[in-house]
């Protein structure tokens, strides 16, 4: 067993904080405001949607020191162990100056009732040290997670454009002290095991993953917190709770990436933003798809382990990864064995885990050259939203065009992602046409029944479905949309 201590510690801006009781729900949010009367950093939603509480969080990282935005609503205290929080507190400019991008708002009327405009601040802060001239699309994307009822947008995405009129990113404080930071951080990293509270309600952040093995098969009903994007709402929505707590955000050893004999190895506490890069220019698809879960705020917290891990019917990640034909490796222990992804997923609720086990690693064959592969994503609004259904589809064919392979999955479909395994089964083998495919639709029927929510009816959700077949098919040949399923058709 690690050495223990028994308290967190991390830099708040520029002061050095030590916790030593801390409760596993406890979130930043209500720290910050509660605690250090930092109420810069607004309630808005309480789930991650609306950006008001945005703050940043700087972490080491193999690339160094590295700040990104993140929603303080949902993240945990217990999950900031050797991190450096920053709020909208702690921006300043020259003397008596207003720091540039709060003035760049002022000067651009980007703020009007003014509840939104810290966290807007902090997420244009994050997206500014990293692009001190940033393109539309850079600005679009880095506030995807903050939504403001009054200004349109219009004037926050000209005052983006123009902070760095008002001073350099490269003499910002945060990059000047950067180094002191860091070593700071360092300092921190001691080797070992942070235990706060007694009996159930403890919180645990493990020294490493071997740490967090043994620590799992004597704690196996404990609730594992990695980027706290799902876990989050259980406690601000649902008031579940989730003690003992186990934090695993920080364990290196789960966030590798790396790739041999043409298959992505994603440790499970790899974020989307940091397996972006990777997933983006070896499987482009899905590039489009991970700028689409959540807001970037999300992104940056979010774990393809975690999106996995909880089997939800509607997580992006699984239907595409299951097309791809990925594997995934499970730890309990020291013991590992590796499984196809598609058979974790058992039923509602329900996955292939046991007592003590949890999910190390996914593997992801890169499509070959000559397969076709592309993911859609039905959703109310386009940015930001859950998945009313998602279709993923892995094409390969024969030299003579007929469908010598297919693999289709979709999420939102059923209790669990799932394959259209009647519909591929009406593909392989036949010509790739017009007629094929209008065939095999009538398969929908036998592999979903979709049920009625919140986000789509079920006639629509097998509307869809069956439309994103079709969908497929035209960009694959390249043909106009040679026929239309009607709304009866889909029912």
Same mark, same amino acid.
């Given at each position: 067993?690690?050495?223990?201590?028994?308290?967190?510690?991390?830099?708040?801006?520029?002061?050095?904080?030590?916790?030593?009781? $801390?409760?596993?729900?406890?979130?930043?949010?209500?720290?910050?405001?509660?605690?250090?009367?930092?109420?810069?950093?607004?309630?808005?939603?309480?789930?991650?949607?609306?950006?008001?509480?945005?703050?940043?969080?700087?972490? !080491?990282?193999?690339?160094?020191?590295?700040?990104?935005?993140?929603?303080?609503?949902?993240?945990?205290?217990?999950?900031?162990?050797?991190?450096? $929080?920053?709020?909208?507190?702690?921006?300043?400019?020259?003397?008596?100056?207003?720091?540039?991008?709060?003035?760049?708002?002022?000067?651009?009327?980007?703020?009007?009732?003014?509840?939104?405009?810290?966290?807007?601040?902090?997420?244009?802060?994050?997206?500014?040290?990293?692009?001190?001239?940033?393109?539309?699309?850079?600005?679009?994307?880095?506030?995807?997670?903050?939504?403001?009822?009054?200004?349109?947008?219009?004037?926050?995405?000209?005052?983006?454009?123009?902070?760095?009129?008002?001073?350099?990113?490269?003499?910002?404080?945060?990059?000047?002290?950067?180094?002191?930071?860091?070593?700071?951080?360092?300092?921190?990293?001691?080797?070992?095991?942070?235990?706060?509270?007694?009996?159930?309600?403890?919180?645990?952040?493990?020294?490493?993953?071997?740490?967090?093995?043994?620590?799992?098969?004597?704690?196996?009903?404990?609730?594992?917190?990695?980027?706290?994007?799902? $876990?989050?709402?259980? $406690?601000?929505?649902?008031?579940?709770?989730?003690?003992?707590?186990?934090?695993?955000?920080?364990?290196?050893?789960?966030?590798?990436?790396?790739?041999?004999?043409?298959?992505?190895?994603?440790?499970?506490?790899?974020?989307?933003?940091?397996?972006?890069?990777?997933?983006?220019?070896?499987?482009?698809?899905?590039?489009?798809?991970?700028?689409?879960?959540?807001?970037?705020?999300?992104?940056?917290?979010?774990?393809?382990?975690?999106?996995?891990?909880?089997?939800?019917?509607?997580?992006?990640?699984?239907?595409? !990864?299951?097309?791809?034909?990925?594997?995934?490796?499970?730890?309990?222990?020291?013991?590992?064995?590796?499984?196809?992804?598609?058979?974790?997923?058992?039923?509602?609720?329900?996955?292939?885990?046991?007592?003590?086990?949890?999910?190390?690693?996914?593997?992801?064959?890169?499509?070959?050259?000559?397969?076709?592969?592309?993911?859609?994503?039905?959703?109310?609004?386009?940015?930001?939203?859950?998945?009313?259904?998602?279709?993923?589809?892995?094409?390969?064919?024969?030299?003579?065009?007929?469908?010598?392979?297919?693999?289709?999955?979709?999420?939102?479909?059923?209790?669990?992602?799932?394959?259209?395994?009647?519909?591929?089964?009406?593909?392989?083998?036949?010509?790739?046409?017009?007629?094929?495919?209008?065939?095999?639709?009538?398969?929908?029927?036998?592999?979903?029944?979709?049920?009625?929510?919140?986000?789509?009816?079920?006639?629509?959700?097998?509307?869809?479905?069956?439309?994103?077949?079709?969908?497929?098919?035209?960009?694959?040949?390249?043909?106009?949309?040679?026929?239309?399923?009607?709304?009866?058709?889909?029912?």
């Amino acid at each position: 067993m690690a050495e223990t201590r028994n308290e967190i510690r991390f830099i708040l801006n520029g002061s050095d904080v030590a916790l030593k009781d $801390v409760a596993p729900d406890a979130t930043l949010l209500d720290w910050l405001r509660l605690n250090r009367s930092l109420r810069g950093t607004k309630e808005g939603c309480a789930e991650g949607d609306c950006g008001a509480c945005t703050v940043l969080v700087g972490k !080491l990282s193999t690339e160094g020191l590295v700040y990104e935005s993140v929603n303080a609503c949902i993240r945990f205290v217990g999950s900031l162990d050797g991190t450096h $929080v920053v709020t909208v507190e702690h921006l300043r400019g020259d003397g008596e100056k207003l720091h540039p991008v709060q003035q760049a708002m002022v000067d651009f009327h980007g703020s009007q009732c003014g509840f939104c405009t810290p966290g807007f601040i902090m997420s244009l802060y994050g997206l500014w040290m990293k692009t001190p001239d940033p393109s539309n699309a850079a600005i679009e994307k880095a506030l995807q997670g903050n939504l403001c009822r009054c200004t349109g947008y219009e004037a926050i995405m000209r005052a983006a454009h123009a902070i760095s009129s008002y001073g350099r990113a490269a003499k910002d404080p945060l990059a000047v002290e950067r180094d002191d930071i860091t070593a700071r951080l360092k300092a921190l990293r001691d080797g070992a095991r942070v235990e706060i509270g007694s009996g159930k309600a403890r919180l645990i952040v493990p020294a490493s993953v071997d740490d967090f093995a043994a620590l799992l098969e004597e704690e196996p009903g404990a609730t594992i917190v990695a980027g706290s994007t799902d $876990v989050g709402l259980w $406690v601000t929505k649902h008031m579940r709770d989730i003690s003992p707590a186990i934090f695993i955000g920080g364990l290196e050893g789960l966030r590798t990436t790396s790739e041999k004999d043409g298959v992505i190895t994603i440790g499970a506490g790899v974020t989307y933003t940091e397996a972006f890069e990777t997933l983006s220019k070896r499987v482009p698809a899905l590039g489009p798809l991970v700028d689409r879960i959540g807001g970037e705020q999300v992104r940056n917290m979010g774990t393809i382990g975690g999106n996995i891990a909880n089997g939800s019917p509607i997580g992006d990640m699984p239907p595409p !990864l299951i097309a791809l034909g990925a594997q995934l490796t499970l730890r309990k222990g020291e013991a590992r064995r590796t499984i196809p992804l598609e058979t974790f997923f058992i039923a509602y609720g329900k996955q292939d885990r046991q007592p003590g086990e949890f999910v190390e690693s996914v593997h992801v064959p890169v499509p070959a050259k000559d397969t076709k592969f592309a993911v859609y994503k039905v959703t109310k609004r386009r940015d930001e939203d859950i998945t009313a259904t998602l279709g993923a589809f892995n094409l390969t064919l024969a030299k003579d065009g007929a469908v010598a392979d297919i693999r289709i999955a979709y999420g939102g479909m059923a209790a669990t992602p799932k394959r259209a395994a009647a519909v591929e089964k009406a593909l392989i083998g036949k010509t790739w046409s017009e007629a094929t495919v209008e065939a095999a639709m009538a398969q929908y029927a036998s592999d979903f029944t979709p049920l009625t929510d919140m986000r789509a009816t079920a006639e629509y959700r097998a509307l869809a479905a069956k439309n994103l077949l079709l969908r497929f098919y035209i960009e694959t040949t390249g043909t106009k949309a040679p026929f239309q399923v009607s709304r009866n058709e889909a029912a």
